[in-house]
Structures are given as C-alpha cells and as structure tokens.
C-alpha cells in the first residue's frame, strides 16, 4: 500500500506541543529573572557611588574650610556638624592627630548618613601645618 503526499500531510501536525511551549517560557522566565536582577544591583551599585560622592564632597568642602582659617584653626579633636547637600544632611566629625612633627597635625574628616554618626559614608584625611600663617 502506497501513501500519498495528501495522506503524509494530513498526519503531521502543525505548530509547537504543550511540553515545547512549556519548555520555551520557562527558559524566557528565567533569563527575564536574571535580567531584573542585573538591573536591581545595578541600581544598588549607581546610589552607592552617588552617597559616596556626596560624602566626598561634604569632606573636601570641610577641609576647606579648615585650611582657609589657617593659624585661627583651633585644631581641636571632635569637633562635629552637619552640611545640606543635595537634599540631604550630611553629618560630619573631624579627628586630630599628632604627627612627629609638632608643626604639622593629621585632620581626619568622617562623614556619616545619620545624627547618631553610627551610618558611616565617607573618610578623608590631610596635614595641616599649624604655624603656616605666623
């Protein structure tokens, strides 16, 4: 018995099985969940750079302020405040340190997200000659 091309045809079906469809959409699930995860800690990732320039300036900014005081500096140990940058305040303590040389002190500026100072962002130090404007 011979078969025809009408016959072959008519046996075969058209289009894709509920296993191969199954099968694609899970693979488009999960490569759709990766993707929302890449872009998730890309965002985390672009706000911590963003907090950390903001700190970083808020510390340039202070040191600034320190050097253009010059010899009226008090060089005193804990001094804190705060600054408004971008909508936001910025809490920041300075640290002196001594140096081996009785001229010159070490300023750490600390910059912190919260009042409590316990929300650290941001570090920056420098020397400061105290006997520069004599």
Known sequence: MM??????????????????????????AMAGIAAMQIAGEHINHLSSIEEQTYASWVAENQLVEIRAQGDK????????????????????????????????VKVVVSVFTDEKREQFAYELATYVDKEAGK
Do not use: H, M
Not at 3 to 28: D, H, M, N, P, Y
Not at 90 to 100: C, D, G, N, S
């Open 3 to 28: 078969l025809s091309c009408r016959s072959l045809a008519q046996g075969v079906t058209k289009g894709f099985t509920l296993i191969e469809v199954l099968v694609a959409l899970s693979i488009c």
């Open 73 to 104: 500096w008090p060089a005193k140990n804990g001094v804190k405040g705060k600054t408004e940058l971008a909508g936001v305040t910025w809490y920041w303590q300075e640290e002196v340190v001594r140096t081996a040389d009785s001229s010159f």
